[in-house]
Structures are given as C-alpha cells and as structure tokens.
C-alpha cells in the first residue's frame, strides 16, 4: 500500500522545472506533499483531496488525478533552496486517514 | 514553527536495554504520531493516539509502546532494544485525523 514516487532522484540546474510524481494502487482520499533537508525534519507543502483539484505554493504547485489515484509535484524555475528529498503520504479512503509515506524524490538544484 | 520537542535529540544503547522517547507539543493537538525513519524506507508510522490514553498500532509496531497521560506528551517506549530499531524516530502532531502533520526534529536512536 506504500504509494510509488517517481523519479527517485532528478538533479536540475537553477531556474529548471521538474515534475514528481506519486501513484498509489488503491483509491486516496489525500495527498500529502512534504519537503525534508537533510538532517531535518520534513517540512509540510501542501495537501490535496480526492476531487482532482490543484493547488500552488510560490512557484511549486500539484494535481490529484483521482481517476489515476495519482499526485504530481510541479516544481517551476528551481532555486538552489528547493533541493532536498520529496515525499508523498497518502490516505486511502476507509483507512481512517492514516497516512503511507513514499520512499522519497531526491532533487539537487545546482547553480 | 508547530511547538514540538523531542526528548533526547541523539541517544545511543545497547541491545536489551529499555528506551523511552519523549514528545511534547505546545498546539494543544489531539492527534499525536510517532514514525521512524530509515534509508529506503521512508517514513513508517510505529503507532499514533487520538487522545489522551487512546492509542492504536501503525504499520511496522512490534517492540514498541506508546502512553500518552496527557495531551501535550507522547511516550515511545522500546522495552528492550534491538539494532533493527536503530534508526531516526520522528513525532508528529495534527489537529484532526486528516489534517496536516507537522513534524518535530527528531530522534537519532543508536542501538549497539
């Protein structure tokens, strides 16, 4: 039940875009988007529920595709501060909103 | 910042040994979690409370216990300590079932 990030690791150069995605095989009732540096906590981004909807947060934003029971990140003209490991958790509808964490993105942004 | 501490921030022990981490938060959240974290794996949840003295099992629980007497701390106990539970523990808080999470900074538990 552990929902599939993609791609397990990007590097980008500053001011490029990057799209992560994360796919569960049961039907979610929400997704959870986190940023974690290393040696720190993650750090909350956003959070989607089912009814496909989009939401943004400075120039990182995401969908949930229902249909798909898929989420994807959107990450636009990178700076240097977005680098870190991306995670998703997902709650699957009727799972009393526990939530499964993704293994994890690891995006580099190098000047 | 959500006001959540972690109690101790690094510990190390030897296997057998009983370990008790502390979590303490300041929102007055009813919802209160505790994951591990390891290479691979990401974030497991061990167990999590939704009120004082109400607890329930998460996904990798074996060798773990949890009391929470009041809402603003959360104990993770490990009765006796092995090196597969060497690993980064994190406490989270939130104030409803499915609401956002936020995360305190951590415990590095060594286990010799």
């Known amino acids: 039940q552990q929902p599939v990030q993609s791609p397990q690791a990007v590097i980008l150069r500053e001011g490029e875009d990057a799209v992560i995605n994360c796919s569960s095989s049961?039907?979610?009732?929400?997704v959870h988007w986190y940023r974690q540096k290393h040696g720190e906590a993650p750090v909350f981004l956003m959070i989607?529920?089912?009814?496909?909807e989009q939401k943004g947060h400075e120039k990182i934003s995401a969908s949930f595709n229902e249909k798909k029971q898929q989420s994807s990140l959107y990450l636009t003209a990178s700076q240097l501060s977005y680098s870190g490991t991306y995670f998703c958790?997902?709650?699957?509808?009727?799972?009393?909103?526990?939530?499964?964490f993704g293994k994890g993105t690891l995006l580099t942004v190098n000047p | 910042d959500a006001g959540i501490t972690q109690s101790p921030r690094h510990k190390v022990t030897e296997t057998g040994t009983p370990v008790t981490l502390r979590c303490h938060q300041t929102?007055?959240?009813?919802?209160m979690y505790w994951y591990r974290q390891d290479p691979g794996h990401g974030l497991r949840l061990i167990h999590y409370?939704?009120?004082?003295?109400?607890?329930d099992k998460g996904e990798v629980s074996d060798g773990y216990s949890v009391s929470r007497s009041k809402t603003e701390d959360f104990l993770l106990t490990l009765e006796s300590a092995t090196s597969s539970q060497t690993s980064v523990y994190f406490c989270?808080?939130?104030?409803?079932?499915?609401?956002?999470?936020?995360f305190g900074p951590g415990t590095r538990l060594t286990v010799l």
């Open positions: 989270a808080i939130s104030e409803g079932s499915g609401d956002t999470q936020y």
């Open positions: 409370s939704y009120g004082v003295k109400d607890t």
């Open positions: 929102e007055n959240h009813r919802y």
């Open positions: 958790g997902t709650a699957l509808v009727g799972s009393n909103y526990k939530l499964t």
């Open positions: 989607l529920l089912k009814g496909g």
């Open positions: 049961k039907a979610l009732y929400s």
